[in-house]
């Protein structure tokens, strides 16, 4: 077993460069190599993982093989192609841990926090305080943001007891990561949308991130409506936490010097990717675990802490790789089914499908039901990476009437909601496994009147833009 594991991460290191190299020298030797590695990593996932622990990767890529063969075309060919088709997310994935790394290397959270106590002394303002602090950190650590910031709010909170308390940071953490995923650029889901369906990476993060303000406001007002229900006045106890942190928080000037250091951080990543995208015209999923990698190296060498580099990649590659080796399968495996299914012309019957019941009801189209099949997908259990390489993958081989960017809002606003809903996907259940509620009640409990109002927000602006 120790063997496999080993031989497991190295295949999957390979694999990860090698999508880095073959995009810069197209060679069909390290094509067909890249392809033979792809398989080879299913195959040891297996071993690694057990059979029953390798359901969907199996079906998904049992599906696609028999849709190959089906399809009539070049099996070897077909084949090779569809093992190397989600390499891009594999490649980003495999890098933007490395973003964590920085994060955890000083006390940012507890600076800022300490800093911005006025700011945050009433249940409305905390609320959006944790909302929007999730938010960003979510930028920097996907949903690992979740336990993060539980942890850190509970530190905060840890005399306020019961439901009442746990739903109040649980739906301010979960509405906060599910709305990062219409606009953060670090979202895999985000921006292999973008980049599948071709849309302008500026128009769809501003019309996100417009979108995610009303979301928040609409979420601090469900929390206000919340609070009146319980019957509770969470103000009073937030104000005699803050209190006591106060006592135990460093120095002014250190908060502040800290506080610069994470806006200048924040500013130098996000800024590098936009410029260099403007600058360069280079696809996102091999700009961002680029500029992920330099920039981190740049950090921990102008904080003169080389040491501290290598053990955080050594630990990332003993332990880190592995572990990713069912989410990389999944992937792997979804690449050879839609590389199947694009051969089919399936997509162009499902959108014509659409057209002929928009010719019985004029006013539907397929921006309504997007959301809807992300949704469906996600309470089977697909994450919302898993569900936009399905979707995003059939709809980049469609030319659809719409603009690209109203596409991407469409089906990114179905991965916000079944990460509210869904208690089979990972951010809910990573929250249920810090928190101790069960996934059902963190997920459709908690959120499901929320999730109805973000829908419909979403497909007023959609509609309305599709009219316009």
């Not at 994060?103 to 905390?126: P, Q, V, W």
């Not at 979301?215 to 005699?240: C, N, P, Q």
Request: proline share 3%; charged share 10%.
């Amino acid at each position: 077993m120790a063997n496999t594991t080993k031989a497991l991460r190295f295949i999957i290191l390979l694999y990860v460069l090698l999508y880095f190299v073959t995009y810069f020298w197209e060679m069909e030797v390290l094509a067909g190599l890249h392809a033979i590695i792809g398989f080879i990593m299913l195959l040891l996932a297996v071993i690694h993982l057990k059979i029953h622990h390798f359901k969907l990767p199996l079906f998904l890529f049992l599906t696609g093989v028999a849709i190959m063969l089906m399809s009539g075309g070049s099996f070897l060919e077909d084949m090779r192609n569809g093992l190397r088709q989600m390499s891009n997310i594999v490649g980003l994935l495999a890098v933007v841990p490395a973003i964590s790394w920085v994060l955890r290397s000083e006390s940012y959270i507890e600076d800022i926090i300490g800093l911005a106590h006025k700011m945050l002394n009433t249940s409305r303002k905390f609320f959006t305080g944790v909302m929007v602090f999730t938010h960003f950190i979510s930028y920097f650590l996907l949903f690992g943001a979740i336990p993060l910031m539980y942890h850190f709010v509970h530190d905060l909170l840890k005399h306020q007891k019961g439901e009442v308390w746990e739903r109040y940071k649980a739906t301010a953490l979960l509405r906060a990561f599910a709305l990062s995923t219409l606009w953060v650029i670090s979202i895999p889901s985000f921006a292999f949308a973008v980049e599948a369906l071709d849309a302008s990476l500026w128009w769809a993060i501003l019309q996100g991130l417009l979108l995610t303000v009303c979301g928040m406001v609409v979420a601090v007002i469900f929390s206000y409506v919340e609070e009146k229900r319980y019957g509770i006045d969470l103000t009073a106890g937030i104000k005699m936490e803050m209190d006591m942190v106060l006592e135990h928080t460093g120095s002014k000037k250190e908060q502040i010097h800290k506080t610069l250091e994470f806006g200048l951080l924040f500013l130098s990543l996000f800024g590098s990717i936009f410029l260099l995208h403007a600058v360069l015209s280079m696809e996102l999923m091999i700009l961002i675990p680029l500029v992920v990698v330099v920039w981190t190296v740049l950090y921990f060498l102008v904080k003169k802490r080389p040491a501290a580099f290598r053990r955080e990649l050594k630990h990332y590659y003993v332990e880190g790789l592995a572990g990713r080796a069912y989410q990389f399968s999944v992937l792997t495996s979804a690449g050879v089914m839609i590389y199947g299914m694009n051969q089919t012309g399936i997509g162009e019957a499902i959108v014509n499908g659409v057209y002929a019941l928009q010719e019985v009801l004029p006013f539907i189209n397929i921006l309504y039901f997007l959301p809807l099949i992300v949704i469906v997908l996600g309470f089977m259990g697909l994450g919302p990476l898993t569900v936009m390489v399905l979707v995003a993958g059939i709809l980049e081989s469609i030319s659809l009437p719409y603009a690209p960017e109203l596409v991407v809002l469409a089906v990114t606003s179905g991965s916000a909601i079944s990460i509210l809903l869904s208690p089979l996907i990972m951010p809910v259940i990573v929250l249920s496994g810090t928190n101790g509620l069960s996934p059902l009640k963190n997920g459709l409990t908690f959120n499901y009147q929320y999730a109805i109002v973000l829908y419909v927000m979403v497909q007023v602006y959609v509609q309305w833009m599709v009219h316009v």
